[in-house]
């Protein structure tokens, strides 16, 4: 795990005129125009939330893999992506494999949970990882969130936890390439093993009965936060991360959440409102 993404000034300048002719041209989950919601200014490396020294870096690409052509050889957004790279065994924790969060600890502060309506992203999977920890070693998105939940009833539980969507696997013919949209709120309507499910950590995972040993749909997760004795489910940051299982280099990039499409290129972050 010693490669590192980067990219020099005269690359950055080059990328983005090249993600201003792109971005219009490429198929992808919506149609989208500069100007979206949740700002650009405030993603980066969650210091607190990483674990060993993994990375999440805003680069290039990528293009391919070698034998891939059309849509699927490039980012779906523009001409960059979020490059992710952990490790599975480098620490002297217990577990002993690495942790990363590349995510807006700004942004999204208060917003309520139970308004999330539509989340997902494209993810670029490789052989590799599959073999390295099976078809659902994938990154996930992470929500940080107050889950105010009814402090009579469950008193075991604080005021944080974090709310965690798992994909599900991908078909063979999405490997080496860029997949298209993953629909983390479709987990109702298609089986697990295509759409991931949904658990939260600590004690309120175990009061509401969305565990990662007995992951929820998104509907049951959002039914079992809306217990109306505690107060309105808060969000307090948002993340696209991995870790801590299995060793994954990868990308991520149209990050959806509503109606707004975050589009990582190697000199920042763009927010796309998609119609």
Not at 72 to 82: T, V
Request: charged content about 15%; aromatic content about 8%; overall charge negative.
């Amino acid at each position: 795990m010693n490669a590192r993404y980067g990219v020099s000034r005269g690359t950055a300048l080059v990328a983005t005129a090249l993600a201003a002719i792109v971005a219009s041209t490429l198929s992808a989950s919506a149609s989208v125009e500069t100007g979206g919601t949740g700002g650009a200014d405030h993603w980066g490396v969650i210091a607190r939330n990483t674990i060993g020294s993994p990375v999440a870096a805003l680069r290039n690409g990528p293009f391919g893999t070698y034998n891939v052509t059309g849509t699927a050889a490039r980012p779906p957004y523009g001409a960059g992506s979020l490059g992710i790279e952990v490790a599975d065994d480098s620490t002297s924790q217990a577990p002993s494999s690495e942790k990363i969060d590349f995510g807006n600890e700004v942004d999204f502060y208060n917003k309520p949970v139970l308004g999330l309506n539509k989340l997902g992203f494209h993810v670029f999977q490789t052989g590799e990882n599959v073999d390295y920890g099976g078809a659902t070693n994938l990154p996930n998105i992470r929500l940080e969130i107050d889950a105010n939940l009814n402090p009579n009833s469950v008193p075991t539980t604080d005021n944080y936890t974090t709310l965690v969507w798992v994909p599900g696997t991908l078909p063979p013919t999405a490997i080496n390439r860029w997949s298209g949209y993953i629909n983390a709120t479709d987990t109702d309507t298609h089986p697990p093993a295509a759409s991931g499910h949904w658990y939260l950590t600590g004690s309120e995972g175990t009061v509401t009965g969305c565990t990662a040993s007995a992951p929820c749909s998104f509907s049951a997760v959002k039914a079992a936060l809306n217990d109306n004795g505690g107060g309105a489910p808060k969000i307090l940051t948002v993340a696209v991360g991995k870790g801590r299982d299995h060793l994954w280099a990868g990308a991520v990039d149209g990050l959806r959440i509503n109606d707004t499409i975050y589009d990582f290129e190697a000199n920042g972050v763009r927010a796309l409102r998609a119609h």
